[in-house]
């Protein structure tokens, strides 16, 4: 089935309510969803940073705040 949205004309609302929708509807069937390799391979090696004591952690406030000045960084006027 082919889906023809309106991207173009959505707001930034619809299209992130679009996402969660989607994100919900494949959230049902978990193990139809595979991880592709590398992200095994990055849980691992966070894994070995954590037990070598080399992992570095943040709290999460800062870390969203840091995400969000990011976007909006990256966002057209």
Known sequence: MAVDLPLAEMSLADKLQAMELLWA??????????????HGKVLQQRRDQVRQGTASFQNWDAAVGELRAELRGHQAP
């Open 25 to 38: 509807e494949l959230s049902k069937t978990p193990e139809q969803l595979a991880s592709p390799d590398w």
